[in-house]
């Protein structure tokens, strides 16, 4: 394994690439930013590989693709772009926390003649060599990657036992990347993104501001696919492959969220703020922290101040 730190990005700064002894190459990004920034990045080196994000918001457009698309916490996503050139802007002041692997040509092809049925028709193109439009497949992060991503960007070890233990967590996480493509192999693909009229993507924005301005009383799906104006399996569809997640897991993620700031500040106990996020039980709350961050929130907050004094 081959590791490179680099510093330099917002406060509590990490940006490391790590290299695994298979060549797959893992970029690891963490940091806090006081203000939003603007990064521009252009390679002509074509790039297939799986992006994680635990933390954070980040609106890209690539110059291949006709929208803008967002990176944001929970979201998973397999990517290939013939060629890079991105306008990035982030705007994440409670910090940014995520993760690319790209796998090279030569994993790839083994990854397909192993199990084709793994991947969709498009990735299974790419291993044969044949030139392919580039995508973004985005998804929900499952509890497991979220777990994974947490143990990687707090590990808690040093020297060459980190380095082990970096390289099979990364490992696992590449495993359930798989799983979870095999899981929708044969689903909506990536046309379904170029489908969506821009219309449609403005009501699907639409859609996620008001659940965004109604977290504490969220509309259910009838009521907000009237309010936007858009059918129901639209709604539910569009806004997975958008936003890589469901409205439900988007009013759960952004309750986890405030939950989490709460945690950090350290002025409310478990009871209340399981009350301000709309638990109805703080072991309720205790339960769903924990599927959703990997530890219990009564250990979060120690653990993030550790990770930020690093």
Request: glycine content about 8%; proline content about 5%; aromatic content about 10%.
């Amino acid at each position: 394994m081959n590791f490179e730190k680099k510093d330099g990005i917002g406060q509590h700064p990490l940006y490391q690439v790590i290299t695994l002894s298979s060549g797959i190459k893992v970029e690891l990004m963490r940091y806090t930013l006081g203000e939003t920034i603007v990064s521009n990045l252009e390679t002509e080196k074509p790039v297939f590989g799986f992006g994680f994000c635990v933390r954070g918001f980040t609106r890209s457009r690539v110059s291949c693709f006709r929208n803008e698309f967002e990176i944001r916490d929970g979201q998973s996503a397999v990517y290939y772009f013939p060629e890079i050139k991105v306008r990035s802007q982030t705007s994440s002041k409670d910090g940014v926390w995520r993760m690319s692997v790209n796998i090279p040509d030569d994993i790839l092809r083994q990854m397909v003649e192993s199990d084709s049925k793994v991947f969709p028709p498009c990735i299974r193109q790419l291993a044969l060599g044949n030139s392919f439009e580039p995508f973004r497949i985005p998804s929900r992060m499952t509890p497991r990657m979220r777990q994974l991503m947490t143990h990687i960007f707090h590990c808690p070890y040093t020297g060459i036992a980190a380095d082990y233990f970096a390289e099979a967590k990364i490992m696992e996480l590449i495993a359930c990347k798989l799983d979870d493509l095999a899981a929708s192999s044969g689903k909506n693909g990536p046309k379904m993104l170029s489908a969506l009229k821009k219309d449609d993507i403005d009501r699907l924005y639409f859609a996620k501001d008001l659940l965004k301005s109604q977290i504490e009383n969220p509309p259910g799906l009838c009521e907000l696919s009237r309010r936007v104006g858009i059918s129901r399996t639209k709604l539910i569809n569009g806004f997975s492959h958008i936003f890589g997640t469901t409205p439900g897991a988007y009013v759960r993620d952004i309750r986890l969220k405030l939950a989490r700031q709460m945690l950090l500040e350290q002025d409310k106990n478990l009871t209340e703020i399981a009350l301000m996020v709309g638990y109805a039980s703080s072991s309720h709350f205790s339960k769903a922290f924990s599927t959703y961050y990997g530890v219990p929130p009564s250990q979060y907050a120690g653990m993030a101040h550790d990770g930020k004094g690093r």
